[in-house]
């Protein structure tokens, strides 16, 4: 019956009951298969708000409860759009283009260093020297802006390559052929039009002289939220140099064999100096800055009216936000989303759609954002994992977006990926 009309697959009684539903109610194993192979939606909550692995649950049916929650899934709910618009984050953003084919050019770097076009941004601790931009008369809160150095501001430190971290971060995505006709007497060759940007990591003894010396500067610290008020486009070049020298801060000395490491590629590799060490032959991970993936989810009821949020211990009071983990060796992104949700929540997910990432330099995570259908209600926290995780009503979330410290709970602001899914989730403007 089901071949000639696919459409009772899904179809519901007046309490809002599927076919999956009655078959988990009284147990019915081989009607649960056959329905699970024809793509059944597993998501579907009746009107008393219960999937059906809700039902096998209450009921005591183990066995259905485990089949129906590790199915693979069938259609997408109905809640869910089929086209997610590719989106910005914050830290995504940025001025430069890497020219990574630059980086094994040693002469067109060395070059690039003294030019006096070339801007270096500086870094204590990785944290960012930065200045306070915009009129100090205004009543607006001033801008936090990266101050952008000379090769006279930093030849000093240069000149000591074993007390600092130089990485290349690449050029101005707009070529400048006016800068290098103002900047004197440049040689031919060297007036490419192309204005390089390096990060250089100074020790804190140095950063306090540097400090003393230019009292309109100061390196931005703690690192969240402080990180949050730069420009969009200088945030997405401290990202990146951020977490470039967190790498060579953690990697002095070779992983493989333990002996002393050198920089190379203008700062995106580093070679043990040991003659015959293994992580000289061949690629390999140690040798390149790594980055961590991480999944966000904003988890849906499966009536598409609640999302799940949760908080642990060292937030702020009051802050929920949506639940997150690393994902392990050999897993996929979905299967991350399932496994992180489970863990904390006890909730189980079935569908998982990828909406955005967000690079997160803290060291050097990638935040990759995914929508996660709930197919079960029930929340049993993990404290070891999370302090709290609850279901939120559409409502009381736009409230919170809206209305902000107003209402008895809070979401991390607009700049974290978080405050994204939970708005994309809600369908408001992105620029709200």
Known sequence: MLSHSPSLLNETSDNGWTALMYAARNGHTDVIQLLLDKGCNRSIANKSRQTALDIAKFWGYKHIANLIANAKDGKKPWFLTSDVEECENYFSRTLLDRK????????????????PTTVYILFSDLNPLVTLGGNKESYQQPEVRLCQLNYTDVKNYLTH???????????????????????????????????????????????????????NCYFLHPPMPALLQLKEKEAGVVAQARSVLAWHSRYKFCPTCGSATKIEEGGYKRSCLKEGCPSLHGVHNTSYPRVDPVVIMQVIHPDGTKCLLGRQKRFPPGMFTCLAGFIEPGETIEDAVRREVEEESGVKVGHVQYVSCQPWPMPSSLMIGCLAVAVSTEIKVDKNEIEDARWFTREQVVDVLTKGKQQAFFVPPSRAIAHQLIKHWIGMNPNL
């Open 100 to 115: 990574s084919e630059k980086r094994n050019n040693s002469d067109w770097l060395l070059t690039k260093e003294t030019h």
């Open 161 to 215: 390559p074993e007390k600092i971290t130089l990485i290349f971060l690449g050029v101005e995505l707009e070529m400048k052929k006016e800068l290098f006709n103002s900047a004197g007497e440049v040689p031919k060759e060297e007036a490419d039009g192309l204005v390089a940007w390096f990060a250089l990591g100074i020790d804190p003894a140095a950063a306090e002289e540097f400090k003393q010396r230019h009292e």
